[in-house]
Nanobody, 122 residues
């Protein structure tokens, strides 16, 4: 059974940086397309970034500020978040799906982590 465990969330000030981690167990991370989503209170869960082999993809609002990467030896995916804004505050979820395709739809991901809270004060 594949399990995803996120870590690295916290309370920061606007302009600060955070690095989220997502460790995969029960599977080999290199066989999955991985993504980060986020969900603010009262809102839908939205796509943030994805990585599949050598390809990455970002939602427009985080381009140039966030960077997704993976360390297959550690079975871990990272989301480096720089220049954080109050509107980035949300619960961030890691997700995995079999295959190479990068998709931004939540229903196409097979596995999810429990989420990690990111709070950004202005």
């Amino acid at each position: 059974q594949v399990q995803l465990v996120e870590s690295g969330g916290g309370l920061v000030q606007a302009g600060d940086s955070l690095r989220l981690s997502c460790r995969i167990s029960g599977g080999t991370s290199s066989t999955y397309a991985m993504a980060w989503f986020r969900q603010a209170p009262g809102k839908d869960r939205d796509f943030v970034a994805a990585i599949s082999f050598a390809q990455t993809y970002y939602t427009d609002s985080v381009k140039g500020r966030f960077s997704i990467s993976r360390d297959n030896a550690k079975n871990t995916v990272y989301l480096q978040m720089n220049s954080l804004k109050p509107e980035d505050a949300a619960v961030y979820y890691c997700a995995a799906r079999m295959g190479r395709a990068i998709v931004i739809t939540t229903s196409l991901y097979n596995y999810w982590g429990q989420g990690t809270q990111v709070t950004v004060s202005s």
